[in-house]
């Protein structure tokens, strides 16, 4: 069941960065392809706040828990990087659409 789950997820993953690539081509699909990957960064970076083995364990010496990160907690950091490179791609893909929007005339009173 694990494997499954693992190679659904890497699936999920994957198809969100053909989204995020496919923004080059079509802004619709880069907002899309942006949105997902900030919201899976921000997934990913509670588990800082969730799991505590992404912490060194006391292991008699002075320097463990919050700050020091172990391997898993170094690797979930990289998701920072991610957050930001998803809302940069959704924003650039929102200012390609309002550019090409259309101005709706309204009328004064």
Do not use: C, H, Q
Not at 32 to 45: A, D, E, K
Not at 79 to 85: C, L, Q, S, T
């Amino acid at each position: 069941m694990t494997y499954i789950f693992s190679s659904g997820l890497g699936g999920v993953i994957i198809l969100i960065g053909l989204l995020t690539l496919a923004g080059i081509f079509n802004a619709k699909l880069g907002l899309l392809g942006g949105l997902l990957t900030f919201g899976m960064s921000i997934v990913t970076l509670s588990f800082l706040i969730t799991t505590p083995e992404v912490y060194v364990p006391n292991l008699g010496g002075p320097d463990y828990g919050f700050p020091y990160l172990s391997g898993a907690g170094r690797l979930v950091i990289k998701d920072i990087i991610m957050a930001a490179g998803g809302l940069v791609v959704a924003a650039d893909a929102a200012k390609s659409l309002l550019k090409a929007a259309k101005p709706v005339a309204y009328a004064r009173a």
